[in-house]
């Protein structure tokens, strides 16, 4: 993702120092994809899913996403191939 070094302060140590390190972010994202799925807001084909402790650092990165979902539509998971640490 091109992420300078000084912004990228994700910690996978955490989750051994912490209770429940991911519960939080996992039952934020359930609660609204629950809500989108419902309908009660409208009816939509997909959504974008931007974590809350994201910032963005480029102007205009709104525009790059939207123009990138119009480029490689249809799709199930569009993104970055995930280059982090090894979960098993």
């Not at 994700?10 to 912490?18: D, G, N």
């Not at 809500?35 to 899913?49: A, M, T, V």
């Amino acid at each position: 993702a091109n992420i300078p070094q000084e912004l990228d302060l994700y910690i996978p140590t955490a989750q051994e120092e912490l209770y429940n390190w991911v519960n939080g972010p996992n039952r934020q994202y359930e609660a609204g994809f629950r809500i989108i799925q419902s309908g009660e807001w409208g009816d939509y084909d997909g959504f974008y899913l931007m974590e809350g402790d994201s910032v963005p650092v480029k102007n205009y990165w709104l525009d790059v996403i939207l123009g990138e979902i119009n480029a490689y539509r249809p799709f199930a998971v569009l993104g970055a191939q995930y280059d982090g640490d090894k979960w098993d």
